[in-house]
RNA sequence: CGGCUAAUUU
């Protein structure tokens, strides 16, 4: 039992085929873990996420009772790798689907750019949640397209338009397009702002050209990620600001 | 029983 949970860790930081496929090996060796749903499950995530797809299916298939845990995994190891035929067939063949797979759906469409395809899937989900709504808008903002975000934005649930996750989605539509007025007074109205909606911001400062104002919200956020960072960073060396790209990476503290 | 899957920012 806490053995599973220390395979589980293990699995889940294989980075590439070769840890993984060492880990599977200690986990075959250690008895019959590979037998137990969780540990076959996190499996076919390892091998979805290293790329190697054959052996996220063939663990798969090897599985006794499948759940929706390991029929959205192997869904997810397909839309990762762009193999959206391939991720619509195992979306046909599945006689549970719930919002994760749908959402998962929806989002392999959008990862090609094909936002009719993408909106076909949310208008037929039987059922949508924060994650779902937030998707679409994300979807709709990422390729530039204000108005289909904004009327899907308007359109959410309140419980839902209220929140952060929500709210930086539709910002990052408006900073896209360029309209940073309108995302300053969405981000203001903001009564729970994350790091998600200061890196926002952040970065919209510096898509639309303005430095100055993107150093100012990195100097008032009131916490900096691995994003934030990265964002100053890669601003100042694409401007050619190679000594203060310097100064920033030096700042930088470090993680894990 | 729970623990494993989808989303918003670089």
């Known amino acids: 039992r806490k053995l599973e949970i220390q395979y589980a860790e293990l699995l889940r930081e294989c980075k590439d085929l070769d840890a993984g496929r060492r880990v599977h090996a200690q986990v075959v060796a250690a008895g019959g873990y590979c037998r137990t749903r969780f540990i076959a499950n996190l499996l076919v995530d390892m ?3 290293c790329g190697s797809l054959d052996d996220a299916r063939r663990v798969f298939d090897g599985i006794q009772q499948l759940n929706v845990f390991s029929c959205n995994l192997l869904l997810s190891a397909y839309v990762r790798s762009r193999r959206i035929q391939e991720a619509k067939r195992v979306f046909d063949g599945l006689t549970h689907r719930d919002v994760v797979t749908w959402t998962t759906m929806m989002r392999a469409y959008a990862m090609v750019g094909d936002l009719q395809q993408a909106r ?3 208008d037929r989900m039987p059922e949508r949640n924060l994650v779902s709504w937030v998707s679409l808008v994300a ?3 990422q390729a530039g397209e204000l108005q289909s975000a ?5 359109g959410m649930p309140e419980e839902v338009r209220s929140t952060a996750a929500a709210c930086n989605a539709m910002m990052t539509g408006y900073a896209k397009s360029g309209c940073l ?5 969405l981000f203001d109205s903001m009564t729970d702002k994350d790091l998600v909606s200061w890196n926002v911001m952040l970065g919209g400062f510096v ?3 303005c430095l100055d104002a993107a150093m ?3 100097r008032w956020m009131p916490a900096r990620d691995l994003v934030s960072w990265n964002t100053v960073l890669q601003a100042y060396g694409d401007c050619g600001r190679f000594q203060d790209a310097k100064f ?3 700042c930088m503290p470090a993680w894990d």
């Open 139 to 141: 979807t709709y903002a």
């Open 181 to 185: 007025d309108e995302a300053k007074l």
């Open 207 to 209: 898509d639309n050209a």
């Open 47 to 49: 091998y979805g996420r």
């Open 248 to 250: 920033i990476f030096s």
């Open 216 to 218: 100012q919200v990195f």
């Open 150 to 154: 904004k009327d899907v934005f308007d």
């Open 120 to 122: 076909g899937v949310f």
